[in-house]
């Protein structure tokens, strides 16, 4: 059975993470659903949203409105946002694995291979940062630009091709009309506005709808006893996953209006898990060194934002660099208190790191505990989220 006193304890005290206050820009999101049954509000949010869940915070430069998310949509599956016409921002981001695209490392349109595994877009209208590690990325628009417009690596490679591109876009007619019908007071539209429009639409990627959910809010029967004794586990002290994995959406890296970060807020959203020790001197490899790439702070070393869990069990492999291929041996690594790489150029003994997260001090599962955790964690799919036609290729 469920200990519904200390579950909703816990939940209380994650919902206190998520508090948006005094960074109006900060955090820049959008909704869910485009129907006439859920009109923008005073606040710039369109849509509706799942019972539990916040009202994402909206930049007042880019407010929501279902014709922009339309837009939005036919933008991120055009591969003429590309240098080569070859992949469109859902090459990366695929609606059946949740967003992510399946790939240890994604792949950019040239061929270059980045260092990072792709993230899904589940909820990023909740993001505090974007990207796996970057504490000064708090808006979607700025960190859309950097798949656009990077050349290190290069990843859609729109460096330099901007005209043309945007001539080409303007000069398909159902182009003219989306642009029409979500920008009617510009007449000649820029990549100011393919950038917003772009953030409207991944804003709309609300997940929330899973059997986690229907258990919670609507108090179906739909989790068996196995998944109840991981979601206790889950929330347990003695595991621990709840302190960088809690709240609404299962990360200590969202926020939302009328939330509280209470007296969590010394919770960092990033955290060193002990993935590697370089020949035990406490370093990463070079281009996976978390936020002390962009502090230079040493203490930033190896740390990483916490994504959410929810539709995990859709989204491997796992970690920033793609280098653990299945939920249990994720379980296992966090079991063991870190990472052990025993040869090779990244030999060293994670478990060890200076710098690790106090949180990753290890535990002992049964076998029966371990799988009792990977049936919660799938309950954690939103299959409505993977088959949504709002959220489906236009073309």
């Known amino acids: 059975m469920l200990n519904l006193s200390i579950f909703n304890h816990h939940l209380r005290l994650m919902k206190q993470l998520f508090f948006f206050a005094l960074l109006a820009t900060a955090c820049m999101d959008d ?37 922009k998310i339309e837009l939005g949509r036919h933008l991120f599956y055009d591969q003429r946002l590309s240098v080569n ?25 040239t061929g270059e291979s980045t260092p990072r595994n792709s993230m899904a877009l589940v909820n990023v209208a909740y993001n505090r940062f974007y990207t796996w590690a970057n504490s000064s990325l708090t808006h979607l628009e700025a960190q859309i630009v950097i798949p656009l417009f990077g050349e290190s690596p290069i990843e859609l490679g729109l460096a330099g091709q901007e005209t043309q591109t945007l001539n080409e876009l303007l000069a398909d007619e159902r182009y003219q009309q989306l642009f029409s019908l979500a920008y009617p007071e510009i ?4 990549f100011k506005e393919i950038v917003e429009a772009l953030g409207a639409f991944c804003r709309s990627l609300i997940s929330g709808d899973s059997d ?5 809010y609507q108090q179906e029967r739909s989790l068996d006893d196995s998944a109840i004794r991981g979601l206790n586990l889950f929330f347990s002290e003695k595991l621990e996953c709840h302190h960088c994995h809690g709240g609404f959406n299962f990360s200590n890296a969202s926020l939302g209006h009328g939330t509280s970060l209470g007296s969590t807020a ?46 995990i069990a ?14 249990e041996e994720v379980i296992r690594f966090y079991e063991a208190g870190g990472r052990e790489i025993k040869e090779g150029p990244y030999r060293g003994d994670g478990r060890k790191h200076p710098l690790k997260s106090s949180l990753i001090s290890g535990f002992t599962l ?3 505990e371990r799988n009792d955790l990977i049936h919660f ?16 290729n236009p073309w």
């Open 266 to 311: 010394s919770v960092s959203p990033f955290h060193n898990t002990g993935l590697y020790n370089i020949d035990n001197q406490g370093t990463y490899p070079i281009h996976s060194q978390g936020l002390f790439s962009v502090t230079g702070d040493p203490k930033d070393m190896g740390r990483f934002r916490a994504p959410t869990l929810r539709n």
């Open 212 to 216: 986690f959910d229907r258990y919670l």
């Open 314 to 327: 859709l989204t491997a492999p796992y970690m920033h660099d793609g280098s653990m291929q299945s939920l």
């Open 187 to 190: 007449d000649n539209p820029s």
């Open 366 to 368: 049964t076998d029966q």
């Open 31 to 67: 909704p869910v659903s485009v129907t006439s049954s859920a009109p923008q509000d005073d606040n710039g949010w369109y849509g509706e949203l799942p019972e539990g869940f916040p009202e994402p915070v909206v930049a007042i430069e880019n407010k929501m409105t279902p014709e």
């Open 377 to 392: 964690l799938e309950s954690l799919s939103d299959e409505s989220f993977v088959t949504n036609p709002a959220f489906s």
């Open 85 to 109: 016409q070859s992949q469109s921002c859902s090459s990366c981001h695929r609606q059946e694995y949740a967003f992510a695209d399946g790939l240890e490392q994604s792949i950019g349109s």
